[in-house]
């Protein structure tokens, strides 16, 4: 197990660059300007961005960021990490804290 390698836990992407999930076109995505409330809150607040499709006129949120493979196995285990050592503090506060 190398966790300290520092593992790249995210790629930045450019969905311009990739697929229409509607018609599958490559390239024809183009940066849409947050029409509602709603959408303006979830762009400012996570790595979606709202798309439009040149070719059928699809929009919608795409993230500018993804996970890669390797970087959800680390996730899995630093979340395995905190939550045993979420337990072992439980336990110490409840056997010795409180006597
Ligand atoms: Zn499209």
Redesign the pocket.
């Known amino acids: 197990m190398t966790v300290s390698e520092n593992p790249k836990v995210l790629i930045h992407t450019n969905p311009q660059f990739g697929k ?6 490559v390239s ?2 183009h940066r849409s300007r947050a029409k509602s409330m709603y959408e303006q809150i979830v762009r400012r607040i996570t790595f979606f961005k709202t798309y439009r ?6 929009r919608g949120f795409r993230s500018t960021l993804i996970f890669t493979r390797k970087s959800i196995r680390h996730i899995i285990i630093y979340l395995i990490i905190i939550i045993i050592t979420a337990l072992i503090a439980r336990y110490l506060i409840i056997n010795f804290a409180l006597t």
């Open positions: 229409c999930p509607q018609c599958k076109s024809t995505l499709c040149k070719e059928c006129g699809w």
